[in-house]
Structure formats: structure tokens, C-alpha cells
């Protein structure tokens, strides 16, 4: 006898599946999805591949039957037909993906039990906390219950470990609430310690050309606020979802919008989300969020509030502490240390503002550690480094303290000649070399670059800010 039987499969299903690990021997999945079928079986079910709304298909008995598609219209077929085949069985649906009201209501009247994924977290949230309607993880989980397919979430371009922890840790909030999530990215992931974070906690990021928007029901931004502006979004595309620690500078679209400038980290208010719905996240996914915040608070000595701390030592708990010490040390490459060195040769000192052309370069991932590198100059705020390869100019700006935002300030000087973007605090350009390559033979091409660039960069200035101590920019020798 087969004492429970699994009609249809999603992610619901397979929890289902792994919930009941230990008396496997007793569950019989009918499914004709291949690939949940394939997965099932490596799990050790028994699986019949054939239409789960098909009675002739079933087993002569069963005690419990879980209906679990993601489809609400199949998943009332079956339930109707599990309830005709065994009248004394125990039946309990999935209400699938973004159900009508009069699949809902059919369900309720078919079925023992109906399992709304949203509904139960919802309710635990405002069971536990007290919280009302309003509230973040509320509307969060409220937001994703309306969609019409899966959440694709994309953090900015290029992405820190605060924009990839983020973008994950979205995905397990939409995927615990019954709605399938994919993250994603553009650019690439260069930088060693955020290579060294993807590779050594198995992260799962596609590309933005990996996917089809076409296939997603709903778009989430992490880390960032506008579609197609430091993203490889097109411009304007309809988002759904938007969580961000940077303030935005402009309008912001989306039925949810959590944007808190007040806190250092992405991750931080991910962790909130986590905490307040009751979901523990496993231990990649942890590691990923306490290192998404110690890095973009840098280690909590930059823009650091309250809310950091305790989302840190929540996840302190649950984090590698081993793996995140093999992230926060990789090697560097002898590409890394000759950027560094060359932009602190190269420097041009005005006020607390530092600009520095390294020249041509193997790696452009390598001027972004420059520009950390050179806010360690004493009485430095600003700091902004470039050189070129490939026939473009790219550049890296950073600042800590400064009464300016280099997102916009790199935009006023280099968007009318090329690209550029970020945050208040980080930021990026790309200008193509152009009529550059072809200058003439009495300066270098990187003369050339250098004025250009830093005559734009230093013009767009205007004044620089105060130095934070007021001493003279020195390098330090310990």
C-alpha cells in the first residue's frame, strides 16, 4: 500500500520529498515533468511518469495524497481526482502559482488541508512579531504572491559581495514562499575576493545574457535602485522589487520598495527579511551575508548603524567562519600589485581628491583595489583611478567622508563622452579611446588619457572636499 502519494511537483513538492527522508520507501510520486521526475528518483522515490490528474494512473491505495504542481488548474483537477479515488484518504493540496479566487475556493472544498506557502509565512510573521499588513516582509511576501511567474533578481553590474549575498538571499525568501527565483548579474565577477566568495561557498549567479526576461513573471533589483542604470537591464524595464541601502537619484518604481540609506549593507536588511519570516539560511548563504556587510561597512568602521551590528551576529552563528577567512585572503596577482603601485607613483593631489593614471592594463578589475588602495592616503576623501585596454578607458572612483556623491560626480564628467555610474560611496566609467589612439607622436597615448580624463574628472570637481584630518596627503610607510 502505498501510504503516500505525490501528485505533480515544484519546489513545495520536493520539500515535501525531503521532509519525509526517512520513510521514502512508502511515497509514490506520479509526475510527467522529466526533470523532477529524474531528480526524484535520485532521491530514491518511486515515481510513475504520467499525467497526475490521470486516475487510471494511480496506485491501488493510498493514506495521504499531496497534490503539488505549480500549475492551480491542474492541481484542482488532481485533487478532484485523488478525492474520487480515495475517499478515505487525507488530501492535501499546493494552491500552485498565483491561483484565482474560485481555484482557491475549489481547493478549500476539495481538499483536507490547502497549503498557501505566502499565507503561512505571512501569518507566522505577524504572529511572531506583532507586525501589521504594512510592514516590510509583509508587503515583501504579499508582492511576490501576485506574480504570474518566476522572480528573476539582478544585482548591479559587476557586483560586490553585498550585491551577490543580497541577490541570493532574495531568491531563498521568494523560493520559501512558493515562487521559483533565479540571480543574476551583469558584467563580471573580477575581483578576487568576490571570485574567491562565489567559488569557494558554491554560490549559484547566472548572467543577465543567460536569461530571457520573457520568461520571468516579476524583476527584483538588489543593491541598486533603476533599471538599466548600473545594471544590464534596458532602461526603464518594469521592476517589481527593489531593496537598497544606497539613496536613489531619481524615482523608483515597484510595488515593493524598501530602500533604508541609514544602514551599511543590503545584506543587512536581507537578514532582517530572513529573521522576521523565520527562514534560517544555510551556511553559504549566511557566510555570503555577513560578508556582504563587513565589506560594504568596511569591517564596521564605514556608514555603520545598529541594525549591521545585530544582523552580523545573528549570521555569526550560522557562517563558515574558516571559509570566510580563505574569501577575506586570496592571492593577489602581480597584476593587482602593479596597478597599486603605479597609481600611488602616479598621483595627482588636489585638496582631500586623488586621481591617478595607471596607463594600459591587463585587468580592469584591478583599478577598483587601486582606488581602495588610495584612501589610505592620509587626509585623502576621494579618490579616482583609470587607465585603458582594449581600446576603452575605464575608471574606478571610491570616497569615505566626502561631502559629495562619485556616482553622480563621474557621471558630470564623463557621461557626455562615454559611460559611468554607481554609488555615493563607489562608482565606475568607461569612455572609448577614440580619436585618443590617434594622438600625436610628441606625447604618449597615456598623456594623452591622463589630461583628458583627469581634465574632465577635476573640472566636474569643482571644489574639493575638506580633508577629514587636515594634514598633508602622505603615503604611509608601516
Request: negative net charge; glycine residues 8%.
Amino acid at each position: 500500500m502505498a501510504r503516500r502519494l505525490l501528485l505533480g511537483c515544484s519546489a513545495v513538492g520536493n520539500t515535501f520529498v525531503e521532509r519525509t527522508r526517512d520513510d521514502r520507501d512508502e511515497l509514490v510520486a506520479i509526475t510527467d515533468d522529466s526533470g523532477w521526475a529524474s531528480t526524484l528518483r535520485d532521491r530514491n522515490v518511486a515515481v510513475v511518469e504520467a499525467d497526475p490528474t490521470d486516475r487510471s494512473a494511480y496506485p491501488a491505495d493510498a493514506a495521504v495524497v499531496f497534490v503539488a504542481g505549480d500549475d492551480p488548474a491542474r492541481n484542482v483537477a488532481a485533487a478532484r481526482a485523488a478525492s474520487g479515488r480515495y475517499p478515505d484518504a487525507t488530501i492535501v493540496a499546493y494552491v500552485g502559482d498565483d491561483p484565482t479566487s474560485d481555484q482557491r475556493a475549489t481547493l478549500d472544498a476539495t481538499a483536507d488541508r490547502v497549503v498557501d506557502p505566502v499565507e503561512a509565512i505571512a501569518a507566522r510573521v505577524l504572529e511572531a512579531t506583532g507586525a501589521d499588513a504594512t510592514e516590510e516582509p509583509v508587503r515583501l511576501l504579499s508582492v511576490l504572491r501576485d506574480l504570474t511567474g518566476p522572480l528573476l533578481v539582478v544585482a548591479h553590474d559587476n557586483p560586490d559581495p553585498d550585491a551577490i549575498a543580497s541577490a541570493l538571499g532574495l531568491a531563498r525568501i521568494a523560493e520559501s514562499a512558493g515562487v521559483p527565483a533565479d540571480s543574476c548579474y551583469g558584467g563580471e565577477i573580477a575581483h578576487q575576493e568576490n571570485r574567491a566568495m562565489v567559488n569557494l561557498l558554491d554560490l549559484s549567479l547566472r548572467t543577465v545574457d543567460e536569461v530571457d526576461l520573457d520568461d520571468y513573471g516579476g524583476v527584483a533589483l538588489v543593491d541598486h535602485s533603476r533599471a538599466g542604470i548600473n545594471d544590464s537591464l534596458p532602461e526603464g524595464h518594469p521592476v517589481d522589487i527593489v531593496v537598497d541601502h544606497h539613496p536613489p537619484r531619481g524615482p523608483v518604481a515597484g510595488e515593493f520598495v524598501d530602500i533604508r540609506p541609514d544602514v551599511g549593507a543590503t545584506s543587512t536588511l536581507i537578514e532582517s527579511y530572513l529573521s522576521r519570516i523565520g527562514i534560517t539560511p544555510d551556511r553559504a548563504l549566511a557566510t555570503a551575508l555577513l560578508y556582504g556587510i563587513r565589506i560594504d561597512t568596511k569591517d564596521f568602521t564605514r556608514s555603520t548603524s545598529i541594525p549591521d551590528f545585530e544582523a552580523a551576529a545573528s549570521l555569526s552563528s550560522q557562517a563558515d567562519e574558516a571559509t570566510l577567512e580563505r574569501v577575506e585572503s586570496p592571492s593577489v596577482s602581480p597584476e593587482t600589485l602593479r596597478v597599486i603601485a603605479r597609481a600611488i607613483e602616479r598621483r595627482d593631489v588636489r585638496g582631500s581628491t586623488v586621481a591617478s593614471c595607471v596607463g594600459e592594463i591587463a585587468d580592469r578589475d584591478t583599478l577598483a583595489q587601486a582606488a581602495e588602495r588610495l584612501l589610505d592616503l592620509d587626509g585623502i576623501a576621494v579618490t579616482f583611478v583609470f587607465g585603458y585596454m582594449d581600446g576603452v578607458i575605464y575608471g574606478s572612483a571610491r570616497a569615505r567622508g566626502a561631502d559629495l556623491d562619485v556616482g553622480e560626480l563621474l557621471r558630470d564628467a564623463l557621461d557626455p563622452v562615454g559611460s559611468a555610474g554607481g554609488h555615493a560611496s563607489m562608482a565606475g566609467a568607461q569612455v572609448p579611446l577614440g580619436i585618443l589612439e590617434d594622438a600625436s607622436d610628441s606625447e604618449s597615448l597615456t598623456e594623452v588619457v591622463e589630461a583628458f580624463v583627469a581634465g574632465r574628472f577635476f573640472e566636474a570637481l569643482d571644489d574639493a572636499p575638506s580633508p577629514p584630518t587636515g594634514s598633508v596627503p602622505e603615503f604611509p610607510t608601516d
